[in-house]
């Protein structure tokens, strides 16, 4: 097994029977693209485009927009390119963009998708300039909003997006409100791709920037597998993809659970993208499947994270 893996250290993601899962990098810019390129991307499942939004006075202009995305979609030919529209507030100000009024909690506050919806002008701007970077380029452009709670949002989006002309587009599951509407969410969204930093943050109500509750500020933590698990469903029974883009899939063992799950894709930082791959190619979906059931029976993240090891034991 452990040959076989070494020899699957490049080369498409895909389970030791050959189930594949794509195995797509996360990005916050076209500066990002070398090592994701690298280390065999099979596209971008994560491109957090506020980057180009912050530390600057003003909003970057169309052209600028259009160049920065173009890069990015002309290095995936043929590939899937998510991009997830701004994701800013209180915990990603913008010196153009301040908050309505101080928040004490910045994570509960207005960001993502609500920040757009009162300002749908930068929403629309960032979209028309997706639209003409993807045009002549080959890569699948989809487009995601960040901080979906619930099925207005998700529609609001869907008809912002469609009326840039872009087809494709999608939500992140990462507010615990989303999953458990996930089945309702399905009409309004293309597809579905976890968050699983604010989805743990959010469902273990452990504040992702506290050093000191780690142990909620676990994905393991089964509550948090449920909801994924649960996402997964959905997307399944309406036929949508359903991938992860958050820390959990940069973690082997735990990647293996979520394609246990049924997620379909997982995106992450690109030096995680070798030993993930690793991972799958030394598991069966029977053996991912039999660990997910097992950590979903566990009683914490840590019993969680053990049974999923003693299910997982081609991985290292
Ligand atoms: C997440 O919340 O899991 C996610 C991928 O988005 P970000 O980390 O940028 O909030
Ligand atoms: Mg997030």
């Known amino acids: 097994v452990r040959a076989e893996a070494a020899a699957r250290s490049t080369g498409p993601g895909r389970t030791c029977d050959g189930h594949p899962v794509p195995l797509l990098a996360n990005i916050g810019g076209p500066q990002d693209l070398p090592a994701a390129l ?54 990603k100000p913008l010196a153009f963009l301040p908050p309505r009024a101080p928040e004490p909690n910045p994570a ?48 609001w989006f869907a008809a912002e997006a469609a009326a840039a002309g872009l087809a494709t587009a999608g939500v992140m599951v990462e507010v615990p409100a989303a999953a458990l509407r996930a089945a309702r969410l399905t ?66 063992f735990l990647a293996c659970v979520l394609v246990g799950m049924g997620v379909d894709s997982l995106s992450m930082g690109a030096t995680a993208l070798p030993l993930v791959r690793a991972a799958l190619a030394a598991s069966s979906l029977a053996q991912c499947r039999a660990a997910a059931e097992a950590a979903l029976a566990a009683r914490g993240a840590a019993e969680a994270k053990q049974a999923a090891r003693d299910a997982l034991p081609g991985v290292t």
């Open 108 to 155: 509960l506050g207005e960001r993502g998708l609500r920040m757009m919806r009162r300002h749908p002008e930068i929403l629309r701007a960032q979209l028309a300039a997706l639209a003409d970077a993807h045009r002549d380029t080959e890569a699948d452009l989809h487009v995601m909003a960040p901080m979906v709670t619930d099925v207005e949002d998700a529609e």
């Open 187 to 252: 009409d309004a969204a293309a597809f579905f791709s976890i968050g699983t930093n604010d989805l743990t943050q959010y469902a273990c109500a452990a504040d992702r920037e506290a050093g000191s509750l780690s142990r909620f500020q676990d994905s393991w933590q089964p509550g948090v597998l449920e909801l994924v698990a649960m996402t997964a469903r959905a997307a399944r029974e309406a036929e949508r993809s359903c991938g992860v883009c958050g820390e959990a899939a940069a973690d082997p």
């Open 38 to 91: 690298e280390l065999g991307a099979e596209g971008v499942g994560l491109y957090r485009s506020e980057f180009l939004f912050l530390d600057r006075a003003d909003a970057p202009a169309h052209d600028e927009q259009v160049a920065a995305y173009r890069a990015v979609l002309e290095a995936f030919p043929g590939a899937k390119v998510v991009v997830r529209t701004l994701d800013s507030g209180a915990d």
